[in-house]
């Protein structure tokens, strides 16, 4: 294995917002999958699913989540997916990603309409392909969400190594009745994230949206004195 390399993948990720109309082969999404479950887990455990959908399913998903979102209403995730209330420093940088986002979208900050269009985005996937569902049992605990986490960032690295692109979102899993309804999943699955998968458009210019990263010192301290 080359460092270099495998170093470049970690860096070449980011969320891709826009993608082709071009469909990602059955196999491709298998062989990054497969190697994904190298994943480690508490006890070996394993506990990750995903529901992968694309063409009709895809569609239909993608279609009730839009009437949802177009009729107002409001969805409930299965889960409180962070601390509330945030940290201040955890809100500023979440600030400081959204504003530089809509400047580079070219929506001004009182454009209630380009916002909202903004968020529909995230249930036309972004016009991927493929959309992936993450999900755990009914009652996971903290630990297989850091498993699935793990696991799904392995997912990511798989798909940037094959020059596909991903947009992992909580937004979808907010209607988590919609997506196992859809889905055909069971009342016991908690839908913790979907992910949309394709071809990026190397042509939009959203996809050269990278967030500001923090220094390593700024998350890192070394006990070695």
């Known amino acids: 294995m080359n460092p ?32 994904a479950g190298q994943a480690p887990s508490g006890k070996n ?44 420093e955890w809100m500023d940088r979440a600030r400081a990603c959204g504003y530089a986002l809509f400047d580079l979208k070219g929506i001004e900050r009182k454009d209630c309409e380009g916002r909202k269009a903004h968020g529909r985005e995230n249930f036309t996937f972004f016009a991927a392909p493929v959309v992936m569902i993450f999900h755990l049992p009914r009652g996971a605990e903290r630990g297989n969400f850091l498993d699935l986490g793990m696991f799904m960032q392995n997912v990511m690295l798989g798909l940037t ?37 394709g071809w990026p458009d190397p042509e939009a210019k959203v996809n050269t949206f990278v967030p500001e990263r923090l220094r390593l010192g700024d998350y890192v301290n070394w006990l070695d004195s």
Not at 5 to 16: D, I, K, M, T
């Open 45 to 88: 455990s394993q506990p990750w699913k995903v529901t992968v959908a694309a063409g009709a399913g895809r569609d239909a998903l993608s279609e009730a989540l839009c009437a949802a979102y177009d009729a107002g209403e409001k969805g409930k995730a299965d889960y409180e997916y962070s601390l509330l209330p945030p940290p201040a």
């Open 4 to 35: 270099a390399e495998f170093l470049s993948v970690l860096h070449a990720r980011h969320c891709q917002r826009a993608f082709l109309d071009e469909a990602v082969p059955r196999d491709i999404l298998e062989s990054v999958l497969l190697a």
């Open 161 to 197: 190594a094959q020059g596909l692109g991903s947009c992992p979102q909580f937004s979808v899993a907010g209607y988590a009745d919609i997506v196992r309804k859809v889905l055909g999943l069971a009342e016991d699955r908690c839908i913790v994230a979907g992910m949309s998968v």
